[in-house]
């Protein structure tokens, strides 16, 4: 009967077409916490951009993996800073920032864009004044472990960085770099040893009971990035995409390689022409591969109706991709796995 439904529900490997019920709110990485205040806030009544706007804050508190919010992936002068977007489906308003400074909830920062500006992205040092009208206090992002991280790198000749073509040579010795006088370009050494979790963005996606969507993202970006350095998490259609019309998604990795491709405003594309959740995010996925074969990426996907899925990138020491989905049909916050393509 129908427990025996449910039961089905919940064990239904990724691939096949999951059961759809609203509301849902699934987010990428085994980020239980973000999960569980997403869902409260739901619960108690709280909208769906209030959902992903404490979801994915709750992750800049926890500093989930080490690579969201403050004391995280130092940059190349050791300094962390953070990327944040949150999209309203039902206005397509996007608020965001980027290379955000000496503030810790930059989620929250971009809520306020939307709410109080005419503008979408905000970046820098200008962010940060924005926020502090907005009334988030100043604070040093700095913690003793992003500091040992910065020197454990300088310490092993800055490797892994993000530069090519330089002189000194980037793969052996710090900067500060310059270009060659005479250019002989070299293969580049693709990621010579960047490890595979050196980037794990929050992206929730929240779908309402009614079937309205919001999505967002969070990150503290690639540790040892080239000051400057703003990847997929807070452009819109690249870190995350919302439409209420069709569904939304979010993304995960390598995001020099995935912005490219905006690949949630793909992903949002396919299911609005009736493609299958998991089957959007897998073609979404290929696509991107043809060109980078080895990427670090995964991406999420939900519908109207409440059918989810996710993708990832097969390589090696990322077989498996988990991820989090809060429903009806679930007493709690599940961890699903899907296998990589």
């Excluded at 040893?193 to 929050?202: E, F, L, M, P, W």
Aim: proline share 5%; hydrophobic share 35%; net charge neutral.
């Amino acid at each position: 009967g129908m427990v025996a439904l449910l039961f089905l529900a919940v064990l239904t490997p990724a691939g096949a077409a999951s059961a759809a019920a609203l509301p849902v709110v699934i987010n990428t990485w085994a980020f239980r916490t973000a999960a569980e205040t997403a869902w409260r806030v739901l619960e108690s009544g709280g909208s769906e951009l209030d959902a992903v706007e404490r979801g994915c804050g709750q992750c800049e508190i926890d500093q989930c993996d080490g690579s969201v919010g403050y004391g995280g992936s130092p940059d190349e002068s050791g300094e962390t800073t953070l990327d944040a977007m949150i999209m309203d489906g039902n206005t397509m308003e996007v608020g965001a920032v980027a290379g955000l400074r000496r503030v810790k909830n930059a989620i929250g920062v971009a809520r306020k864009v939307i709410e109080y500006t005419k503008h979408t992205l905000l970046v820098g040092e200008s962010a940060s004044l924005f926020a502090v009208r907005m009334g988030f206090p100043y604070e040093d992002l700095t913690t003793q472990k992003s500091l040992s991280l910065y020197s454990e790198w300088l310490n092993q000749s800055c490797q892994p960085n993000y530069w090519k073509n330089v002189v000194p040579d980037s793969s052996k010795s710090c900067g500060p770099y310059k270009r060659p006088e005479k250019v002989a370009y070299k293969e580049e050494r693709t990621s010579s040893q960047r490890s595979v979790h050196n980037h794990d963005t929050i992206g929730m996606v929240v779908i309402g009971v009614n079937g309205t969507v919001a999505s967002g993202t969070s990150t503290n970006g690639a540790i040892h990035k080239i000051p400057g350095r703003v990847g997929d998490s807070p452009i819109a259609g690249a870190g995350s995409y919302a439409d209420s019309t069709a569904g939304g998604a979010a993304a995960t990795g390598d995001g020099d390689v995935m912005m490219r491709f905006l690949p949630s405003y793909q992903a949002v594309e396919y299911m609005r022409m009736g493609t299958d959740p998991t089957v959007a995010c897998q073609k979404v996925i290929s696509r991107i591969k043809k060109y980078a074969p080895k990427f670090f990426g995964a991406i999420i996907c939900a519908n109207t109706t409440g059918s989810y899925g996710a993708a990832c990138n097969k390589i090696p020491g990322l077989t498996q991709f988990h991820f989090i989905v809060s429903s009806p049909l679930l007493s709690r916050p599940t961890e699903q796995v899907v296998d990589c393509i």
